[in-house]
């Protein structure tokens, strides 16, 4: 990787590779942009098989986040920090202490918050050395509930452009990955009359959902072609590609999963099949719009008021690429390049 080419192309404005051997700990923090505001994204812990590929991933995430945030109306730029190792270990004070410390040396150009492989006793860790860090537990707390409202009321919009109605009443959605957003949005989709259709790698995240909302189960890739209407994918990024999106019998893409296309090419190949997608980082905007609540001061229900406007922001969406005749995610970067144009 040609690093300072790389951070050109993307707009990064800065990255800081962190490393303290006495306690285990390795990390990068990216900060993309903070045009907006400062830069803020959660910290991710996982086992990379390189640190090519940690810092890849923290770039990624990190742009994103500044469009999340862009589109959400939010007054934060984008962040994302990592931790590399294994999340299952039991030591993680020291961790993510040492991670504070090196959160604060940015003062304030980015503030942390949960992610995959990390949980808000973590982020009161990292508050210990910083006060840069949002998703405390007794303030926002999990923001899984308000992401998967969000991801709800992406649901409804795409259903409103795609079949004339937002009644999900009836409608079968395939969610795969049964986590914390994933059982959360299972619920209200249960509430709203869908059928379902799960799948996870963990058995029992599965069974749970199935004892909430009677979700049908199914194994594995098979989530891929089930005979659904929607496909809610609520696990790990880039399950949308060359393989997985000839499988698919849906008319309707819309989950909380981040970065959901593997290539942009494959958000070109779901709109030649003719399924409407909704853009990831607009579907998923709840979590941050949570976070962003509590370093604002907002209470809880503001902060689900505003995850509701993520269906006015679909909609939107949806109309720049049709009068643009763009795909759905040019579109969604499209929104966000505007708002920081005018910022810059």
Not at 19 to 24: N, R
Not at 120 to 138: F, I, P, Q
Not at 189 to 195: F, S, T, V, W
């Amino acid at each position: 990787m040609k690093l300072f080419d790389t951070l050109a192309e993307m707009g990064h404005e800065e990255v800081v590779m962190c490393s303290d051997p006495s306690v285990g700990y390795k990390g990068i923090l990216a900060v993309h942009s903070t045009k907006l505001g400062p830069a803020l994204g959660g910290t991710r812990f996982w086992q990379y098989a390189t640190d090519e590929e940690a810092i890849t991933d923290a770039l990624r995430l990190s742009r994103g986040m500044t469009y999340k945030n862009a589109v959400a109306g939010l007054h934060l730029g984008g962040g994302k920090s990592i931790i590399m190792g294994d999340n299952k270990t039991k030591d993680r004070e020291k961790i993510f202490r040492a991670h504070g410390r090196f959160v604060e040396s940015l003062g304030g150009r980015y503030i942390t918050a949960e992610d995959v492989g990390t949980s808000t006793k973590d982020m009161d860790y990292v508050n210990m050395e910083t006060s840069h860090v949002a998703g405390l537990a007794g303030k926002s707390g999990d923001p899984s509930p308000v992401t998967a409202h969000g991801v709800f009321r992406a649901v409804q919009a795409s259903a409103k452009r795609k079949w004339g109605s937002d009644s999900l009443e009836g409608k079968t959605v395939a969610i795969q990955g049964c986590g914390s957003v994933g059982t959360h949005l299972a619920k209200e989709l249960h509430e709203a009359g869908a059928k379902l259709i799960i799948s996870d790698i963990d058995s029992a995240k599965a069974a749970r959902v199935k004892q909430l909302t009677g979700a049908a189960i199914v194994e594995g890739d098979a989530i891929f072609t089930a005979d659904a209407d929607i496909f809610s994918p609520c696990a790990l990024g880039g399950i949308l590609n060359e393989t997985t999106i000839p499988k698919l019998k849906v008319e309707i893409v819309a989950g909380g999963a981040n970065n959901q296309l593997l290539l942009e090419r494959d958000g070109d190949e779901l709109e030649k099949r003719g399924i409407l997608y909704a853009p990831d980082y607009v579907a998923n905007a709840g979590g941050v719009i949570n976070v962003y609540g509590e370093v604002a001061g907002w209470d809880a229900q503001r902060a689900l008021n505003k995850a509701d406007d993520i269906y006015d922001t679909v909609l939107k969406v949806f109309d720049i690429a049709e009068a643009k005749h763009i795909p759905t995610y040019e579109a969604a970067d499209r929104l966000a390049e505007q708002r920081l144009a005018e910022a810059k």
